[in-house]
């Protein structure tokens, strides 16, 4: 009986590969080693709280990361309207340009849009972004964000950050002032009496205090 071997090939499609740090022979056989990570100011906040996302991205290999420019993105939940933003020097707002700041329009549609451009091992950059929660957001809604970063080594396919989460907590109602007093001891034609008033506040909100004096007294300290 005769025996041979058969050699079989496959053709993986890039679209079914995860996004791993990729070596070339074109760039030396070094890697460019994207890492993301993302952070939220608040883990509950109420309706009409500002929340403030850190966007911390960093070559972490040991070659270049290139492309067009490293891109970064982030979505604006539906449940938040966008502010503002700010971010490292190195970096640019927007996409699309090889320097210079901003690239283009930061937001389009709910999607936020950065350049990192070229990022050297070792180096990073950082994106602050804040967001209004909107008043019709219902109690205990959870706003979850993930980022994302890719660059040309990654064949474009999406490094993501880890998901930070915001739960929406109801109002604190607003508690009223406790007064006690006034009181006042009697006392003699140009001697002086202690007028007491005792205030106060649950919420250490600021307080505003009126008022009016005993007939035939006139004003003298507060203490």
């Known amino acids: 009986m005769q025996?041979?071997?058969i050699r079989l090939g496959f053709l993986l499609s890039l679209a079914t590969l995860t996004a791993f740090p990729i070596t070339t022979a074109a760039n030396g056989g070094g890697e460019c080693v994207l890492s993301i990570t993302k952070n939220v100011s608040?883990?509950?906040a109420t309706v009409g709280e500002v929340l403030t996302y850190t966007i911390d991205v960093e070559n972490t290999g040991t070659d270049m990361c290139t492309g067009?420019?490293?891109?970064?993105?982030?979505?604006?939940?539906?449940?938040?309207?966008?502010?503002?933003?700010?971010?490292?020097?190195?970096f640019s707002a927007g996409y699309g340009c090889s320097s210079g700041d901003p690239c283009g329009p930061v937001l389009i549609g709910n999607?936020?849009?950065?350049?990192?451009?070229?990022?050297?091992?070792?180096?990073?950059g950082s994106i602050t972004w804040t967001a209004l929660i909107g008043t019709s957001t219902t109690e205990g809604t959870d706003i979850a964000n993930t980022a994302r970063t890719s660059s040309n080594e990654y064949?474009?396919?999406?490094?993501?950050?880890?998901?930070?989460?915001?739960?929406?907590?109801?109002?604190?109602?607003?508690?009223?002032?406790?007064?006690?007093g006034p009181t006042f001891a009697s006392g003699t034609v140009?001697?002086?009496?202690?007028f007491l008033v005792t205030i106060s506040d649950p919420d250490l909100d600021p307080?505003?205090?009126?008022?009016?004096l005993p007939s035939g007294a006139a004003y003298s300290t507060t203490t």
Not at 160 to 171: D, E, G, K, P, Y
Not at 207 to 212: E, G, H, R, S
């Open 3 to 5: 025996k041979g071997i």
């Open 42 to 44: 608040a883990a509950t």
């Open 68 to 90: 067009g420019g490293v891109k970064i993105e982030d979505d604006v939940d539906i449940n938040l309207t966008f502010l503002s933003e700010t971010h490292s020097p190195n």
């Open 111 to 124: 999607t936020l849009t950065w350049s990192g451009h070229e990022i050297s091992p070792g180096d990073s």
């Open 155 to 180: 064949s474009w396919a999406w490094v993501l950050s880890n998901t930070v989460h915001t739960i929406v907590v109801a109002l604190t109602p607003n508690l009223p002032p406790v007064i006690v």
């Open 190 to 194: 140009s001697s002086s009496i202690e």
């Open 207 to 212: 307080l505003t205090i009126t008022t009016d």
